[in-house]
């Protein structure tokens, strides 16, 4: 039996947890540069703000219904869902974390379920601030389903009971289940299914046929049969990609480098994080779609390497190569990125006689990492990012709130 723990509009949540003001007013929290709505509370939702809302429109639900908006602040979100993440382990054995809200949990040999999830949800609200749902389901689709019909009922949902699971899925509609989605959903209503429960029943040859393994393997979770289990250990990723729309359009070539420099730096650090190396870069940039008036240009380049490799002075360099002749005269670009392609652990490489299958000094790097994990981000870098400037490329966060858990010098005061 699984549960799904899902945080309640989640990077909202996270913005009222320590602004007590926001609670109960509408709510938007912004993408990079502030650019659209990326997360709203429930007010901001029934205010008509969509998704992907442009921030520019906002501006007359600002003025009339007080709207709240703030800048994508990722690192308090990140350190609040560990939190929730530690207080999931604690209560279960085996945790999947899925993504930076949702976390997969096994209730296997756990009787009560129901009594077992409202206190658990109930701790996680105490204990983090975070309001949240839980699903409960004989697969992980079905938890999926759940979790959903928890938002608009008591905030826990059990299907393990055959005779609720099937009431549940008469009426749940086929697009919003997990795998299949609003692009599915037309293609299968012209099939004359339109729910939860017309998809279990349909011909399984069929669906196999018509829209593959994965659609079918959706059918089988919700016939009952566990298809996925618990992923306790994220799997090695094929690529690292790091990149950034910029603040403002940008056509110098060494602000451009010194961006590329910083997105490399970064994708580095989360290399060796996961204890991978890569035997691929590559390098782009784009100019604003958004402006199709103004000359376009997305210049994309990769080169493999000569031997795999952790090193950020490696790959600096490859980066610089690579940038070299890229940027067009008289063109403003507004977004650049890093990859880092075929990524391998170490010790999976095929070995040579004549060359290491690795290169690059790691006593260099694990120093430069230890001294930025102690002093934060930042504290040592590399000049070709032009280190501790602030750059004409830089971000517009201009509504970020503090960093309240992960700086000490941005620690909420409180007078007693």
Same mark, same amino acid.
């Given at each position: ?33 502030? !650019? ?6 429930? $007010? ?33 979100? !990140? ?10 382990? %604690?209560?279960?054995? +085996? ?12 209730? /296997?040999?756990?009787?009560? +379920? ?10 996680? =609200? ?23 019909? *928890? ?18 899925? &008469?009426?749940?509609?086929? !697009? %919003? ?52 289990? @618990? $992923?306790?250990? $994220?799997? #090695?990723?094929?690529? @690292? ?10 056509? #110098?070539?060494?602000?451009? =480098? ?10 580095? $650090? ?20 958004? +402006?199709?008036?103004?000359?376009? =240009? =997305?210049? *994309? ?8 490799? *952790?090193?950020? /002075? ?13 940027? +067009?005269?008289?063109? %403003? ?5 890093? &990859?880092l392609l075929d990524l391998a652990r170490p010790e999976a490489l095929q070995q040579d006689l004549f060359t290491p299958a690795t290169v690059g000094n790691d006593r260099l790097m694990d120093t430069l990492d230890a001294i930025n994990r102690k002093f934060g981000r930042g504290t040592a870098g590399l000049g070709a990012t032009g280190w501790q400037a602030k750059p004409e490329w830089r971000m517009r966060q201009h509504m970020l709130s503090p960093s309240y858990t992960t700086s000490i010098h941005q620690l909420p005061r409180?007078?007693?």
């Amino acid at each position: 039996m699984f549960a799904l723990v899902d945080g309640n509009n989640f990077y909202a949540s996270c913005e009222r947890v320590f602004q007590p003001s926001l609670r109960g007013k509408p709510l938007v929290v912004l993408s990079n540069n502030d !650019g659209c709505a990326i997360a709203r509370s429930a $007010e901001a939702k029934a205010l008509g703000v969509k998704m992907g809302h442009p921030a520019h429109e906002l501006k007359d639900l600002v003025r009339r219904h007080g709207l709240q908006m703030r800048s994508a602040n990722f690192g308090l979100y !990140g350190d609040l869902s560990a939190r929730v993440v530690s207080i999931l382990r %604690d209560a279960a054995p +085996r945790v999947e974390v899925y993504s930076i809200d949702e976390s997969f949990i096994d209730l /296997t040999g756990i009787r009560l +379920r129901e009594q077992f999830a409202r206190d658990l949800r109930t701790r996680v =609200h105490r204990w983090t601030g975070i309001p949240n749902c839980i699903g409960i389901g004989p697969t992980k689709t079905l938890a999926k389903l759940a979790n959903k019909l *928890a938002k608009s009922g008591t905030g826990v949902m059990d299907l393990g009971d055959p005779a609720v699971c099937q009431a549940a899925m &008469a009426d749940f509609p086929v !697009g %919003d289940l997990w795998g299949v989605g609003r692009k599915l959903a037309p293609k299968l209503a012209a099939r004359g299914i339109n729910t939860a429960a017309q998809l279990r029943d349909a011909s399984t040859d069929d669906i196999l046929a018509a829209f593959g393994v994965t659609l079918a393997r959706t059918q089988r979770e919700l016939q009952g049969h566990p298809c996925m289990s @618990i $992923e306790e250990v $994220e799997p #090695d990723r094929q690529q @690292i990609v790091v990149s950034r729309s910029f603040g403002s359009r940008v056509s #110098d070539p060494q602000a451009l =480098h010194e961006a590329l420099a910083t997105f490399a730096v970064r994708a580095c $650090e989360k290399l060796r994080a996961r204890g991978l190396v890569a035997s691929g870069v590559q390098v782009f940039l784009n100019s604003d779609p958004f +402006r199709p008036e103004l000359p376009q =240009h =997305h210049p *994309a380049r990769a080169a493999n390497l000569s031997a795999a490799t *952790a090193d950020t /002075t490696i790959i600096l360099r490859c980066v610089r190569q690579l940038f070299e002749g890229m940027v +067009r005269r008289g063109i %403003d670009y507004k977004k650049a990125g890093v &990859a880092l392609l075929d990524l391998a652990r170490p010790e999976a490489l095929q070995q040579d006689l004549f060359t290491p299958a690795t290169v690059g000094n790691d006593r260099l790097m694990d120093t430069l990492d230890a001294i930025n994990r102690k002093f934060g981000r930042g504290t040592a870098g590399l000049g070709a990012t032009g280190w501790q400037a602030k750059p004409e490329w830089r971000m517009r966060q201009h509504m970020l709130s503090p960093s309240y858990t992960t700086s000490i010098h941005q620690l909420p005061r409180v007078r007693c």
